[in-house]
């Protein structure tokens, strides 16, 4: 269990507040590139607590920009985007992505423009729009995660908003033993019958080489936050081998899901306080194209009852039970149909942050326990000026594993990419 004091240290990230100064250190995903297409329409942009605007210019570059107009609050996202800048409606101001006002129609001819709006770093590449919020001589190196060198059309890059706290999104990553329960019909084939039979999809993340439940647990951290290896006896211990599934917990709120062919990486950035944007990239280690198709059907996006394609929203609540058909619970274990709606349907009935003073954790939960612990200990870094946690680390080899190996095999060898943190 947390304190009621620490849940909130934990879940509160606004302009400053203790967790959102430890958020604002770190470059974050702020949304898909494709939602800030060449020369058109302006971007509405929540992140932290703060409203933004994003736009490019004539030559592809992104501006990010308070949304207000330093006028008279009026938003820029209902501004024209021109060659150089955007410009608000209600009087003409306009401004260059770096911030300046570069034109003040309504003020008299020898006014000179010499106000300037917040501008913040922005990048793109694998597929999202990154930024950095923190204080500029603290910016850190852009990261160099893996996927940024497969081509964006060979990947499954995606979104999905939802009415919920980051922590309880993150926490479902590391949390291991929900998968085999929850996720039963991917997890369990032949559960029904009181039978396993292992599923043969490598790139389904819920497909288990095993029906064990109680997997053993160990982790280690690292540069970029922890790791940790949950590791689970295989049916009739086959060939003497256990099945031994990695997950990267990087800071500050990223995990990294395997499966045996894919690696699913998931973002998941506060918007505000009880909202979040989860942002999944899914690729081949080898830079092959995967199945956008069959993945997001394993996911539950293809149903519009729960997910808006249009506006990348979670639809799911009590109004429509997160789309559970228990007339279906014979032979379906959930009701709910996709491994993403299973998940957001649990974290969602925990309500918009969750008490976690009234938990009763188990072994099952130590990696939960220890993301929890890495976030408030960076936040007491950072309240100390020091670094949080991960700031720094190079992320160009870090990978989860799902592989099934002999038990006297060090489980950090699979991994050689994720060096031991030493201080």
């Not at 996202?77 to 608000?88: K, N, Q, Y």
């Not at 064990?212 to 211990?237: K, N, Q, S, V, W």
């Not at 007491?380 to 006297?408: F, N, T, W, Y």
Request: hydrophobic share 40%; aromatic share 8%; charged share 20%.
């Amino acid at each position: 269990m947390l304190s009621r004091e620490k849940n909130e240290l934990l879940c509160r990230v606004g302009p400053g507040t203790p967790m959102g100064e430890v958020f604002r250190r770190f470059w974050n995903p702020i949304c898909l590139a494709s939602q800030v297409p060449e020369k058109r329409d302006p971007l509405r942009v929540e992140i932290l607590g703060e409203h933004l605007v994003a736009f490019r210019n004539a030559a592809g570059e992104i501006g990010l920009l308070p949304e207000a107009c330093l006028h008279r609050s009026v938003s820029l996202a209902l501004g024209r985007v021109e060659s150089d800048g955007i410009r608000c409606l209600y009087h003409g101001w306009k401004y260059a992505i770096d911030g300046r006002v570069v034109d003040l129609p309504n003020a008299l001819p020898d006014a000179q423009p010499t106000l300037r709006s917040r501008s913040y770093p922005v990048r793109e590449a694998g597929g999202l729009v990154w930024a950095y919020l923190g204080p500029p001589e603290k910016q850190p190196p852009f990261p160099r995660w893996p996927f940024f060198k497969v081509p964006v059309a060979n990947m499954r890059v995606n979104r999905i908003n939802a009415d919920v706290n980051y922590m309880q999104q993150l926490e479902g990553g590391t949390d291991s033993s929900h998968v085999g329960i929850l996720h039963t019909n991917f997890a369990r084939p032949g559960w029904e019958r009181g039978e396993f039979s292992a599923n043969p999809d490598t790139d389904n993340p819920a497909a288990l080489s095993t029906a064990d439940l109680a997997p053993t647990l160990d982790l280690e951290d690292t540069d970029f936050g922890f790791h940790y290896a949950a590791m689970r006896e295989l049916p009739g211990d086959a060939d003497g081998l256990h099945n031994v599934r990695i997950v990267p917990i990087v800071m500050p709120s990223t995990r990294i899901i395997p499966s045996v062919a894919l690696q699913f990486v998931i973002f998941e950035v506060p918007m505000n306080d009880t909202r979040t944007a989860t942002f999944g990239v899914t690729f081949r280690p080898d830079g092959g194209p995967v199945d956008q198709w069959k993945l997001n059907e394993a996911s539950g996006r293809h149903d519009p009852a729960l997910f808006c394609e249009q506006t990348n929203r979670y639809l799911g609540s009590w109004a429509n039970n997160f789309g559970q058909v228990r007339e279906n619970m014979d032979r379906d274990w959930s009701g709910i149909h996709g491994v993403v709606m299973e998940d957001m349907a649990m974290q969602m009935t925990q309500g918009p942050i969750a008490d976690r003073s009234v938990e009763h954790l188990l072994a099952a939960d130590k990696a939960v326990v220890r993301a929890r612990q890495q976030l408030l200990e960076s936040a007491q870094r950072v309240a100390e000026g020091k670094d949080p946690i991960g700031v720094h680390a190079d992320l160009s080899a870090v990978m989860g594993c799902d592989r099934s190996v002999p038990p006297s095999t060090r489980w950090q060898e699979l991994v050689p990419g994720h060096p031991a943190r030493t201080t």
